[in-house]
């Protein structure tokens, strides 16, 4: 019979072998890249679309996005378990159709593709139409008697500008100004059409090039995102957008137009409380795979079952719990081999992950101030006898107090970082202090400082194992990695030597 030692031995070597044979053949023959520089980004962009059927034949149009320059489509997919799928090609464009004869109760249908972005952009086509005729078409969404204040608006803003993007952005400044011109108030207080609409007219009327669009701002990781309304003005071949309340936008983050126009997003006959959210996620993808086969998640069944094949919504979630293995692993070799004392085992994980958010500095500072006020107040619920549960449930509200008066003074005096401070685990943070207050009662002061001393630094150490941008790449692309740290802290787990603070606690003994 083989002994726990070589079992556990054996169990470690089969887990880690399988990890290591699925990495090498993902790397090696479907040819994943194994380092992110190695790669091209790929980003998967998912339409969620929620309604309440009544009962009734339900039909749902969605505007898609169109073919524009910079952007390759890859691959499209659209989830709708029992509803006709169609696509019709509209005045305005084309758009989604779902339709089904009899629904009812909340419903959920998806529409996820898949695109690459380009850095060389083509200059646009210009539609060319005299200045003269386009101002007299534009005066007639203006109401005659705006539009006296509207040409003196125009004419004070063309003074005040050297071209048609300073001119766009200074009639945004005056119309987001909390003191606007006299100008300005009659257009806003007497006019039916919304601010953008008289921003767009105005534009218009000024002899500009512009259009409307509904996009993305392209980011990684994001979840529950609204289509962003901005203007595009053309000044010598070069598009430039506007927000229509800070303004010019400087090109730090990737812009997808998912609508170009004034048609609607979404269209819902035959239900209720419709509402459509967007989520983004990158991924990386070989260059060279991008250009012999578009459709990389359908060629391998590893890939057909791995995380790509999740909602983006869930897959932005697996991101950061991919990370608490490398974490676990940190505290293993920290506390087996080292032999630093945590106040819990894995407290210090969760500790990392809010520092993950909060930044660094920030979470150090943040957790330090919220243990300490709380060891105050635990200290004093300790003298009213009160039962371990209760005492527990009383922290527990003291904690989120505290977190909830240090949001509210950092928001009030301009500090942003310390408004993360509701990313820290609260439950963790009462029993943190729980038990180092018992701890305090039990073994003095100093035995508090080293074990909450050590549970920090464990926590920075795991956080820097964490944040890493390979490792976060390697867990979610290559999740099999789990395995093979499994098979790792198995073996760590066997060890029964000396830590290196015993060896330096007894070195007089050798002497």
């Not at 890859?74 to 006709?84: K, N, R």
């Not at 126009?261 to 409380?273: H, N, P, Q």
């Not at 150090?364 to 006020?373: C, G, N, R, T």
């Not at 395995?483 to 198995?490: H, K, R, S, T």
Request: charged share 25%.
């Amino acid at each position: 019979m083989i002994s726990k030692k070589y079992h556990a031995i054996a169990v470690a070597t089969v887990v880690a072998s399988l990890g290591l044979f699925l990495l090498f053949y993902k790397v090696q023959v479907l040819g994943m890249p194994f380092m992110p520089d190695e790669t091209k980004p790929v980003y998967r962009i998912e339409a969620k679309i929620n309604f309440e059927g009544q009962n009734k034949p339900v039909l749902v149009s969605m505007a898609l996005p169109q073919e524009q320059e910079g952007v390759q489509f890859i691959s499209e997919e659209a989830s709708s378990s029992g509803y006709g799928f169609t696509k019709a090609n509209t005045p305005n464009g084309t758009r989604a159709e779902w339709a089904k004869r009899r629904v009812d109760g909340a419903q959920t249908l998806y529409y996820t593709f898949e695109m690459v972005l380009h850095d060389e952009v083509k200059e646009d086509k210009i539609e060319k139409k005299s200045k003269e005729r386009r101002k007299k078409e534009l005066l007639l969404d203006i109401p005659v008697e705006l539009q006296s204040a509207a040409k003196n608006l125009i004419k004070d803003v063309r003074w005040r500008s050297a071209d048609p993007h300073s001119f766009t952005a200074q009639l945004i400044r005056d119309f987001s100004d909390k003191d606007p011109s006299q100008a300005v108030k009659i257009l806003l207080a007497k006019s039916n059409i919304s601010k953008q609409d008289m921003l767009y007219h105005l534009l218009r009327y000024e002899g500009l090039t512009v259009k409307k669009v509904n996009g993305l701002f392209i980011e990684e990781s994001r979840r529950n995102m609204k289509l962003t309304p901005l203007l595009e003005v053309l000044h010598k071949g070069k598009w430039q957008r506007f927000d229509f309340e800070k303004g010019k936008i400087e090109k730090e983050k990737e812009f997808f137009v998912w609508r170009d126009g004034g048609s609607s997003i979404l269209d819902v006959t035959g239900a209720k409380k419709s509402k459509i959210s967007f989520s983004v996620n990158k991924r990386q993808v070989p260059s060279r795979y991008l250009m012999d086969n578009k459709n990389i998640v359908k060629n391998s069944a590893i890939l057909d079952f791995s995380l790509f094949s999740l909602p983006v919504s869930e897959q932005n979630a697996f991101r950061h719990m991919l990370l608490v293995p490398f974490g676990a692993l940190m505290v293993v070799f920290l506390r087996v081999f080292i032999g630093i004392r945590t106040s819990g085992t894995f407290m210090p994980i969760l500790i990392a992950l809010a520092f993950m958010e909060t930044s660094l500095i920030t979470g150090l500072i943040m957790f330090v101030l919220i243990v300490s006020i709380g060891l105050v107040i635990r200290s004093y619920f300790s003298s009213l006898n009160l039962l371990l549960v209760a005492r527990i449930s009383a922290v527990v509200i003291v904690v989120i107090t505290i977190m909830s008066f240090m949001s509210i003074l950092s928001f009030k005096l301009g500090i942003e970082e310390a408004m993360t401070i509701t990313f820290f685990p609260m439950i963790i943070l009462a029993w943190t202090i729980e038990r180092m207050s018992i701890l305090w009662e039990e073994e003095g002061a100093k035995e508090v400082f080293i074990q909450g001393g050590g549970s920090l630094f464990v926590a920075v150490c795991a956080y820097f194992a964490m944040s890493n941008p390979l490792v976060g790449h390697i867990t979610f692309n290559f999740p099999e990695v789990l395995l093979i740290l499994l098979g790792i802290i198995i073996l760590m787990g066997r060890y029964s030597g000396y830590r290196v603070t015993e060896l330096i606690r007894f070195k007089s003994f050798t002497d």
